[in-house]
């Protein structure tokens, strides 16, 4: 009998672990003895955190990231052959979104490896929730431009998208240039369209404003992006 791919999802803030991910994800994991990771360090933190009842250091960790080859990951599924389950680990939230991981899981999909997704947290989904924007269209377009003047072209791209189609326009920032970010989209959009902030998802810490242009351009003062994971959502 083959084993399978599990995609696990990893808590995207909150230290509480149940309030993130099912018992069901943790029964899981233990039947695991090896994952690919974004990054060892935090993977093993991971492991250590939810309680993984086996030994780590005689646990099997295969790198996958923005620098891994194509060509480097064909060995990675090989367990699969042997019966045993592989668990792929998102850095956070889920695997596969805004994520390597969708690399080795196309290729688990052309061998016919049977893929298990667990339930878990993800920031695009749970921002777009609380925002009030349109859930029925909405599309995740990663990150904008860095150079001001691109970026600025891609907001009145998006917005007029949003404008014509009604779809939602969800992407992300690196969070050192978030309160760059929300000055760009309130200085650039028209002032009625809708702008949702939502930072700190599942902390203590968590906002969430969807507030128009003119609105933000006001208000933009009385917070700070700096360094809080912050997914942003364009819309009508």
Known sequence: M???LILFPVPIGAEDVEASLPAYNLQLLNGCHTFIVEELRTARRFLK??????SIDETTFHILNEHTEPAEI??????????EDVGLLSEAGLPCVADPGALVTRMAQSKCVEIV??????SLMLALMA???NGQQFAFLGYL?????????AIRSIEQTAIRTGQTQIF?????????????????????TLICVACDLTLA????????????????????????????????
């Open 131 to 133: 925002s009030g924007l």
């Open 2 to 4: 083959s084993g399978r």
């Open 49 to 54: 955190h939810v309680g993984y009842q086996q």
């Open 172 to 192: 992300i920032e690196a969070p050192y240039r978030n309160n760059q970010m929300l000055e760009a989209l309130s200085d650039t959009c028209h002032p009625e």
């Open 74 to 83: 064909g060995h990675y599924l090989d367990p699969i052959d042997k019966g």
């Open 205 to 236: 810490s968590q906002t969430v404003r969807t507030l128009t242009a003119a609105q933000w351009r006001k208000q933009r003062q009385n917070i700070n992006l700096h360094k809080r994971n912050t997914v942003f959502l364009v819309g009508v």
């Open 117 to 122: 997704p667990l339930v878990g947290p993800s």
């Open 145 to 153: 431009p860095v150079d001001r003047h691109q970026r600025a072209a």
